[in-house]
């Protein structure tokens, strides 16, 4: 009994990672869908180069840095790879995305998947195979219990949680609570919030909505690319791939919690983390993704419009 | 010679003298050497392709909504009847053609179910719907060992053959077109147009989204099953990168056009085949033509515009491509 909630624990600190990643992906596709209504399905590849910029970023910056603690190393290239992917989801919505603004939205969507492909491309010629992340820090795992088999012929269970977990979370959580911040206690939060509200009004009250927007993609995929750096540090196998990989998973988050509100996102990316990592647990590795797509369905058809998401007033 | 193609673009004659002198040549080549084994497989690919996009521009051009699971439909028709003729009834080519028809209506059914669960939402949901549907076919065959689960489907018969093809896509672009043209078809048009005031209009919404989604996904089975008898089938093949290029395809030749579906196909397929010295820069290229486009020219090369072949004869008068006839007073 006792084995088996161990066992369990294990898996909730597991899921706790994988899901705060998820969520700092998730909530990069929520603010562009809560200000835009687009779907902006280069995020998860925006996610893939914040692993690859971390890798590269790591090779330059560390042999230069000996003499600094490694924990402000690694903040120093976290804030280089959120502000390099954050220009760069600004520069693909300023160049790709904005002049499409009055077409269809299709044509939106379309330009969308064509970036994600175009970037996936251009990293798989770059680095045709995949590449491994050098550790930023000595990581060590601290045990926090430990059980006897209780058959008494096994080894004992541990409970376990390593510092790198303990740091991904960590960085997650303060992340989302500045994030959370900004949007409730800030004016560009406000104009945020406003343009999601009614963005045919806004511009009238003289807010400035390019700029709102282009903020809103510099936060949204500066997220992703931390995202991307603190799943590649907790993978440290990396490949163009994993853009869509991980990248559509963290979409059904966002659906899951309600595309469009930031905390339904949040939710959506712990949800889909535990229901993962569960998934696992009960059922063979090979059925995760059957089950995660299968509960996004669920969840549609009962909360159309997910868990914290409200349904747009239709207007005639 | 200016004079002569003026007139034929508009006569009603090419397109079934088209249409004979493909079968002709078709069935020749099963016989006589005219195309080699690789221009054989290139012309299937694009036959193939041109079903998948004319079907795919039904939910996506004529009615305008938004599915990405297209993919998905290929590949329950290719599983399904790769089944058919590799388990059920093997050994029987007479029967390639029934085993097409059952990859289709099974792609059918799934398309009907996922059809009534889209009205539970509306708008960009129907990508997020077929997105998961994607991933949930592709993530089954890979669970279920009798259909040899991440590996593959072994041992399935080459069947397609240039003929079967071409006799699909005429089946195809026939279906498609009636079907565009009749009360149903305007119906969704009416629905991509405004979906809340066709239903005032006592457009019947449901039933028009159920029969465009059912007819798209049958003849998205259809090309799986088609594309099942020419290649080797593994679920990592019909994923999301397979829906894009199909996508790619119906954005590049033009939504809501037939002639503009036929017209990118061939040339998707074509450039597909001739990058393909290029390695991974190929799909750089592609994905930047595609930007490209849609940012130049958002609605496809032919895109709302249609090849006047297609059009029913009252619709020519009504573009003034042919003239009425003088009234005789």
Redesign the interface.
């Known amino acids: 009994m006792l084995h088996d909630l161990l066992y369990l624990a294990q898996q909730t600190i597991n899921a706790l990672q994988q899901g705060s990643i998820y969520a700092l992906i998730a909530l990069g596709y929520s603010m562009v869908y809560g200000v835009l209504?687009m779907?902006n399905f280069a995020h998860g590849d925006l996610f893939m180069l914040g692993a690859f910029a971390c890798m590269l970023l790591a090779g330059v910056v560390t042999p230069l840095l000996t003499a600094v603690p490694p924990i402000l190393v690694f903040i120093l290239i976290l804030l280089m790879v959120m502000a390099v992917i954050g220009f760069l989801g600004a520069f693909i919505e300023r160049v790709?995305y904005r002049?499409?603004r009055g077409?269809?939205?299709?044509?939106?969507?379309?330009?969308a998947?064509?970036?994600g492909?175009?970037i996936?491309?251009?990293t798989?010629?770059i680095f045709?195979y995949s590449q491994s992340i050098p550790p930023l820090l000595a990581n060590r795992t601290f045990e926090l219990m430990k059980v006897a088999d209780p058959a008494g012929a096994g080894a004992p269970l541990t409970l376990t949680i390593t510092a790198l977990q303990i740091l991904i979370i960590r960085v997650a959580i303060v992340l989302m609570v500045a994030l959370d911040f900004l949007i409730r206690k800030t004016r560009y939060g406000m104009a945020m919030r406003a343009i999601s509200f009614d963005a045919r009004t806004v511009p009238l009250m003289g807010i400035p909505v390019d700029r709102i927007i282009s903020m809103t993609f510099l936060i949204g995929a500066g997220l992703g690319g931390a995202a991307g750096m603190l799943y590649g540090l907790a993978y440290p196998v990396i490949a163009p791939s994993m853009g869509?990989l991980v990248g559509?998973k963290a979409?059904?988050a966002a659906?899951v919690g309600g595309i469009g509100s930031i905390r339904g996102a949040v939710l959506g990316g712990f949800i889909l983390g535990a229901v993962e990592v569960l998934a696992v647990v009960f059922f063979?590795s090979?059925?995760r993704?059957?089950i995660s797509?299968?509960l996004?369905?669920v969840i549609?058809?009962f909360k159309?419009?997910g868990l914290l998401g409200s349904a747009p007033n239709?207007k005639? | 010679m200016k004079a002569f193609l003026a007139s034929a673009a508009r006569a009603r004659w090419p397109l079934p003298a088209l249409i004979a002198l493909g079968f002709a040549i078709a069935i020749l080549s099963q016989y006589q050497p005219i195309f080699s084994g690789y221009a054989q497989i290139v012309l299937i690919t694009i036959g193939i392709n041109i079903i998948l996009c004319a079907s795919l521009n039904l939910v996506n051009g004529y009615m305008g909504e938004f599915s990405v699971g297209h993919a998905g439909f290929m590949s329950l028709g290719a599983y399904t009847s790769a089944v058919f003729t590799t388990k059920w009834l093997p050994d029987l080519p007479a029967l390639f053609p029934v085993a097409v028809v059952f990859g289709g209506a099974i792609a059918a059914l799934i398309g009907f179910l996922l059809a009534l669960l889209s009205f539970k939402t509306r708008g960009d949901y129907l990508a997020i719907i077929t997105l998961a549907f994607l991933m949930i076919v592709k993530s089954t065959w890979e669970n279920i060992p009798y259909v040899g689960g991440p590996a593959g489907l072994l041992g399935v018969d080459k069947m397609t053959t240039l003929p079967w093809t071409l006799f699909w896509v005429v089946i195809t672009i026939l279906v498609i077109r009636n079907l565009i043209y009749s009360k149903f078809g305007r119906a969704i048009i009416a629905i991509r147009e405004d979906e809340i005031a066709a239903n005032a209009m006592g457009v019947r919404v449901r039933e028009a989204k159920i029969l465009a989604f059912v007819v798209s996904s049958f003849f998205g089975g259809v090309a799986g099953a088609l594309y099942a008898h020419l290649n080797f089938i593994n679920p990592k093949y019909f994923d999301i990168v397979k829906s894009t290029e199909i996508l790619v395809m119906v954005y590049l030749g033009g939504i809501s056009s037939l002639g503009g579906s036929i017209l990118g196909a061939i040339i998707f397929t074509f450039l597909l085949n001739a990058l393909e010295p290029l390695g991974y820069w190929r799909m750089v290229i592609l994905s930047a033509l595609l930007i490209a486009l849609m940012l130049f020219r958002p609605r496809g090369i032919m895109g709302l515009r249609e090849l006047p072949w297609f059009l029913p004869r009252r619709e020519l008068f009504a573009k003034g491509v042919v003239p009425l006839a003088p009234k005789k007073t």
């Open positions: 209504t779907i790709a002049p499409l077409a269809p939205r299709v044509s939106a969507i379309i330009t998947l064509g970036c492909l175009l996936e491309s251009l798989l010629v045709p869509i559509w979409f059904i659906v063979e090979t059925y993704d059957l797509y299968s996004l369905l549609l058809i159309p419009y239709q005639v």
